[in-house]
Nanobody, 126 residues
Framework: QVQLVESGGGLVQAGGSLRLSCAASGRTFSSTAMGWFRQAPGKEREFVAAINWNGGSTYYADSVKGRFTISRDNAKNTVYLQMNSLKPEDTAVYYC???????????????????WGQGTQVTVSS
């Protein structure tokens, strides 16, 4: 069982930055692929970024490429999402997600992630 707790959301002006954190419990974190997803009101939950077990491979949605960076610190059981040059369309609830098995690839599909956090709100004002 893995529990995920996101933090770091808030209100920021367009062009600003935020760093989200996702603290994970469980001994398997260091071998688990992690992802960030987001859901805006009235929209489907969409992929944002993903990272493999050791941080050697990362993937991004086209809409955030070049602005967002996903990283992880396995010693702290934490994955991060650094968000720069934020836009109003980035406004959403951001969710951290974990795959269930060791050394699985970090895919951009919701259905491959077993564990989810409760989400943290990010609001970007224009």
């Amino acid at each position: 069982q893995v529990q995920l707790v996101e933090s770091g959301g808030g209100l920021v002006q367009a062009g600003g930055s935020l760093r989200l954190s996702c603290a994970a419990s469980g001994r398997t974190f260091s071998s688990t692929a992690m992802g960030w997803f987001r859901q805006a009101p009235g929209k489907e939950r969409e992929f944002v970024a993903a990272i493999n077990w050791n941080g050697g491979s990362t993937y991004y949605a086209d809409s955030v490429k070049g602005r967002f960076t996903i990283s992880r610190d396995n010693a702290k059981n934490t994955v991060y999402l650094q968000m720069n040059s934020l836009k109003p369309e980035d406004t959403a609830v951001y969710y951290c997600a974990a795959r269930s098995g060791p050394y699985e690839p970090p895919l951009p599909y919701r259905y491959v992630y077993t564990y989810w956090g409760q989400g943290t709100q990010v609001t970007v004002s224009s």
